[in-house]
């Protein structure tokens, strides 16, 4: 199943360089929506999105995702128009007033392209550039950075590590072709996306299965079903339960996590990197 290409040692988005295998990267989730499953949308407000901004730089995010349409299963979607007055206001105010990386988590190119315009680098699509397929052009044509998501929420499948492996590396090749350096290519498994409780269990269980696409793998797994059913708890009661599955996720070999609270993250992180990759970093 490997793709034709040597994994990238680092990659440049923004002004930042990561190296992957240095250590494990941390993108911190900025929800600018009324309606996240995690009850820390912020809803319409650029100030607000700043602040918690802000905060997640001081915290140690390497990477800030901006979201404007949840993502949860059977949420309504929103129209362009209003997620474009959601998640482009608050890119330009992060971009004016701190330099991290900014992530545009959507599915639409229309919003891709305007929020790269307002200095977005990297484009998050939990549908791996399907719902859209001319997000291949603007792949084809930008320089920005590409989160592809396997999703089964259209198609179930019974053996999900095959259809995980195969649906990200489809869609790798296809950007590769167009002429999408490999550095700019990152892997999500899709953790929670069209996938039963014992599937995603199954997938945090096989990530080391990930590293045949030499690709850099993203794992989201905060906050999500998968810990509520284990642990029959509420999403603002799922920390522990985020930290087994980002430690175990670094044992695995993910070089990225997306998270909602990024200092108690960081310290897994950094706590798992010592063991798992013999490195200590402040």
């Known amino acids: 199943m490997n793709l034709p290409i040597t994994k990238p040692a680092s990659s440049h988005f923004g002004s930042k360089q990561f190296g992957w295998g240095e250590r494990t990267y941390i993108m911190g989730i900025v929800n600018v929506t009324p309606d996240s499953f995690s009850g820390d949308g912020l809803g319409a407000n650029p ?5 918690q ?16 349409e949840s993502t949860r299963p059977n949420c309504p979607p ?33 919003v891709a392209e305007e929020a790269l315009k307002a200095g977005a680098c990297i484009v998050n699509d ?7 397929p001319s997000l291949f052009e603007l792949a084809a044509k930008s320089r920005a950075g590409w989160v592809i998501t396997s999703n089964q929420r259209e198609h179930p499948v019974e053996d999900i590590m095959k259809a995980v492996t195969c649906e990200l590396k489809s869609t790798a090749l296809k950007l590769l072709e167009l002429g999408v350096p490999a550095q700019n290519i990152i892997i999500d498994p899709g953790v ?7 599937q995603n269990l199954e997938i945090v ?3 080391s299965e990930l590293k045949t696409l030499n690709l850099p793998v993203l794992l989201g797994t905060s906050r999500k079903s998968l810990i509520g059913q ?36 960081r310290r897994v992180c950094q706590m798992s990197d010592a063991v798992i990759r013999g490195k200590i970093w402040k």
């Open 192 to 198: 929670g996306f069209g996938k039963t409780l014992e």
């Open 78 to 110: 929103v129209s362009t128009e209003e997620e474009l007055g959601r998640v482009i206001p608050a890119i330009r105010l992060i971009v004016r007033n701190l330099d991290i990386p900014i992530s545009i988590d959507t599915y639409r190119r229309e």
């Open 230 to 265: 284990v642990l029959d708890t509420p999403p603002n009661e799922r920390l522990e339960g985020t930290a087994a599955t980002v430690a175990l996720g670094i044992g695995g070999g993910v070089d990225i996590v997306r998270v909602h609270d990024v200092a108690r993250m």
């Open 53 to 68: 901004a802000r905060r997640f730089v001081k915290e140690g995010a390497d990477i800030l995702d901006i979201g404007g």
């Open 205 to 207: 269980r096989r990530l």
């Open 47 to 51: 100030e607000a999105a700043l602040e």
């Open 126 to 132: 939990v549908w791996s550039l399907q719902k859209d």
